[in-house]
Nanobody, 126 residues
Framework: QVQLVESGGGLVQVGGSLRLSCAAS????????MGWFRQAPGKEREFVAA????????DYTDSVKGRFTISRDNAKNTVYLQMNSLKPEDTAIYYC???????????????????WGQGTQVTVSL
């Protein structure tokens, strides 16, 4: 059974940077794609970024375009989220998720993903 473990969260000032990592362990890991989602207090979980595992095609929500970069290292079974120019509204718990196949839901939908990590807290202070 595949497990996802996020790391790299923390407290950072406005304008700072953080790099989140999501490492997969378990049996042979061959997802169709990976995604990052976030959930702020009192809000629903929202899509942040996604990447296909083979070709590396990426997708971002509008609010992070130009600031966040998703990437993956297939050899290490790890996906990253480089976050630059952080804003207070980026404060949330960040989750990575694995999408095993193409289904009804698009990659911006949390329902497209079957395996989730435990989350890592990102706090951006003024």
């Amino acid at each position: 059974q595949v497990q996802l473990v996020e790391s790299g969260g923390g407290l950072v000032q406005v304008g700072g940077s953080l790099r989140l990592s999501c490492a997969a362990s378990g049996r042979t890991f061959r997802p169709y794609g990976m995604g990052w989602f976030r959930q702020a207090p009192g809000k629903e979980r929202e899509f942040v970024a996604a990447i296909t595992w083979s070709g590396g095609s990426t997708d971002y929500t509008d609010s992070v375009k130009g600031r966040f970069t998703i990437s993956r290292d297939n050899a290490k079974n790890t996906v990253y989220l480089q976050m630059n120019s952080l804003k207070p509204e980026d404060t949330a718990i960040y989750y990575c998720a694995a999408r095993n196949s193409v289904g009804y839901y698009g990659r911006q939908s949390q329902y497209a993903y079957g395996t989730w990590g435990q989350g890592t807290q990102v706090t951006v202070s003024l």
